[in-house]
């Protein structure tokens, strides 16, 4: 084996597939709904940050198979991020991207932000499963959770407990959580943050597919709707700090999707 092929092997040996081990885990310790959120754009220059958010119900996890291939979405190519987001967001009970837009960042700094589309994307995919208060058993219970209809509970108290997986070391979502900005979701997620859950954590691995080719499509869409932003590159670029975008930037000067508060030349 010669020099290259052995560093090629020992990637490949190196890089672990993402299981549904904490996952199962949080499931066992009550929750009902396990969510893996992961971010996207936070480094670009242009455009809005986004949030990924995939759902399992806990009581489906121990049957589940974790797709084959799925990992963190900066080591699969653009195509293969193409072929695997239908199939992903069907294999989670639910999914959802939230954004903060590039003048939200400049207004409220980037961790913020953050947590504010991680929130967005929570109150949708909540909403979307029909957790919220129920027309027919109504309220709350005594400690404040939110009763769910149609949907069995591990809680005898009847109410739907939701946990969370979110990439990093950071719980930015809690601490965006009941602020002005933030939507008020249905309920609110216990965090458990991993360093590099995103390789290691299914639901995580599966957001960050689901926001990377959201956010892309989005960042294409812009670069070919509208002429101006030609000279950008933001079709190869997706926004990010490449050397020809900046050169862009020095040349024509920054757009209204541009992140003022960054450096961008």
Known sequence: MDGVSE????RRVAHSWPTLELE???AADGFDLVVGFDEVGRGALAGPVMVGAAALWAKDIPDLQVPQGLTDSKLLTESKREVMFEPLRSWCCASAVGQAS?????????SYALGIAALRALNELERELGVGVS???GGSTDDGRIRVPHQASTDPTGAVCVGAILDGPNDYITKALNTFEAPQVPVPANITTKVKADQSCAL???ASVIAKVTRDRFIVGLAQGNAQYAPYGWVRN?????AAHRAAIAKYGPTA???LSWHLT
């Open 238 to 242: 997706k926004g990010y700090g490449s």
């Open 24 to 26: 199962a885990r949080i």
């Open 135 to 137: 027309a027919v058993d």
């Open 102 to 110: 590039n003048v939200e960042i400049d207004d409220w700094g980037i």
């Open 257 to 259: 999707l541009h992140r």
């Open 7 to 10: 560093r090629k092997h020992a």
């Open 204 to 206: 995580v691995s599966a």
